[in-house]
């Protein structure tokens, strides 16, 4: 047994005492990959702790779960196990220490996240849209009162968190007749030292580079889409006047890209019928320099089906196919840095693994300096973390759900906010340990249960799943392919010389003596 990971310190009250009753189970939360020619990683999903067995040493560990009895294995094996939580009194003491480390976790506090939404239209009718055309169709913008009590309650909660950035999403929110609000917001950013992050069709760009230049101090994060090279983004991203917007676009890019407040991030959605212009795409790129500018990152991202309608577009299963397509096509290019492509086909649940290990696989990833569990999927579920303004006068605390009132939860006006303590609760029982099909899973520490939105999108259940356990299982295991060829032979050569050798369960040595770097 080779301990490459786990916390024991908080595993400490787990240990082998002399007075303790039998042990006789494992934790139905183990993730296994084979380590060729005769190795078994093994990922405990509750405790983090991530070992390498003998296969034949995990075989009979896993015969003595079966028998219930683990007093043929050696007691030093035993507390290995026990001390990196693998090993319970029955089935019902692992699903209680199940339960008490997700309250533990939960109990944390949280960053608190802001969002403004300045108009629920769009001046775009994107063929893939998520939001609702029950939605868009109202077009209601901020007014003035909204607007002031939106900063108002922003700047309470922004002077005691350490979170410094405003989101500025929609509908389109840098439509022209948005501006006063763009510019109170600016202007309130300044005012609050807050960094501004904003997601945009990108087609009125030009119109406010000189408001992004006069708040100089503000630095402005953009997210702009381009799907394609002209053609293809003008057919899918269309212009509710009708006529291109591709040109437009990239001028507006153009001439942002050479504020020094600015940073842009280019988004490219693809499916299937897309996944051959990823090519000329990057040939664009390469063709207006866009590549060697340091404040324009790239993003890569498939799109599941439309919340409200049925068309061809990719589902998650896809994310196969585009981390395949960023490989073939980002990696090998030297002009490109990879580590400013990335892709939003992501496992979460290797960006843990990642992050302890300090071992990054781009495409396949996201960077995530949280070492604890996933005990909810994003901060929707976590009390009054996540606050979302909408022009319809509700608070939402996710910004795929706004317009779909039955899941606000508050409402705000004359400077005040009021909030819905009822909805509060609600989403706060959207954890891993409140939906039913998380609650066994090895996966769930690792997921979090999936996007609420998408599930409430589906058939309006907030305490389901939105599990694709499927795909991630193969993101995972891509990631695991590539820590095991790159970064496991020298983890093991730097630790066998740090730790003391005993006999092993299968007659072979092994390493007992653990470490915690989380």
């Not at 990879?338 to 990833?365: C, K, M, N, Q």
């Not at 392919?481 to 730790?499: A, H, M, T």
Request: charged content about 25%.
């Amino acid at each position: 047994m080779i301990p490459l990971i786990s916390d024991e310190n908080l595993w400490a009250t787990f240990s082998l005492k002399d007075n303790d009753p039998p042990r006789t189970c494992l934790t139905k939360r183990l993730i296994v990959k084979k380590v060729p020619p005769d190795k078994l990683l093994v990922i405990n999903s509750l405790s983090g702790a991530i070992d390498l067995f003998y296969a034949d040493e995990w075989k009979r560990i896993s015969q003595c779960d079966i028998d219930q009895d683990f007093e043929s294995l050696p007691r030093s094996t035993c507390s290995f196990l026990a001390r990196r939580g693998y090993l319970f009194f029955d089935a019902n003491d692992d699903d209680h220490a199940f339960v008490s480390l997700m309250q533990y976790y939960r109990s944390k506090p949280s960053e608190l996240q802001n969002s403004i939404i300045p108009a629920l239209g769009c001046n775009f009718n994107c063929v893939y849209c998520f939001q609702p055309m029950s939605v868009r169709r109202h077009n209601l913008r901020m007014t003035e009162d909204q607007i002031t009590t939106a900063h108002k309650i922003i700047g309470e909660r922004i002077s005691r968190s350490e979170n410094k950035l405003l989101r500025v999403f929609g509908g389109e929110p840098l439509q022209l007749q948005n501006c006063s609000i763009i510019e109170k917001t600016l202007q309130f950013a300044s005012g609050k030292r807050l960094d501004v992050q904003i997601t945009t069709n990108g087609f009125h760009l030009l119109e406010y580079i000189q408001l992004f230049e006069r708040f100089r101090n503000v630095s402005v994060y953009v997210q702009v889409t381009i799907d394609g090279i002209s053609g293809t983004h003008d057919i899918r991203r269309v212009h509710a006047g009708g006529g291109p917007s591709f040109k437009r676009i990239v001028n507006g890019v153009d001439v942002l890209s050479r504020l020094p407040n600015a940073d842009i991030t280019i988004r490219h959605n693809i499916d299937s019928e897309t996944f051959d212009e990823y090519a000329g795409l990057l040939a664009f790129v390469k063709e207006k320099r866009w590549h060697l500018k340091k404040n324009i990152q790239f993003q890569l991202s498939g799109l599941f089906k439309s919340y409200d309608k049925s068309i061809r577009f990719t589902d998650s299963s896809d994310a196969i196919d585009i981390i395949d397509l960023y490989n073939s096509r980002i990696v090998p290019d030297p002009e490109l840095d990879e580590h400013r492509f990335t892709t939003t086909s992501f496992s979460s649940e290797a960006s843990y693994l990642a992050t302890v290990f300090d071992f990054h696989v781009p495409g396949i990833h996201t960077r995530n300096d949280s070492f604890g569990p996933r005990v909810i999927y994003c901060h929707a579920a976590v009390d009054s973390a996540k606050y979302v303004f909408s022009p319809d006068g509700y608070v939402y605390n996710c910004l795929n759900l706004v317009g779909n009132k039955r899941f606000a939860i508050g409402r705000y006006s004359n400077g005040r906010i009021e909030i819905d303590d009822s909805s509060i609760q609600m989403w706060s029982e959207r954890t891993i340990t409140g939906i039913n099909e998380c609650y066994g899973c090895e996966m769930a520490t690792l997921c979090g249960g999936g996007c609420a939105a998408e599930r409430i999108w589906k058939d309006g259940e907030l305490l389901k799943p939105s599990c694709h356990k499927d795909i991630k299982k193969r993101l995972l295991d891509r990631y695991l392919d590539e820590f095991i060829k790159r970064k496991l032979p020298s983890l093991l050569s730097s630790y066998e010389n740090r730790y003391r050798r005993k006999e092993g369960v299968g007659g072979r040595t092994h390493i007992t003596d653990g470490i915690a770097l989380s």
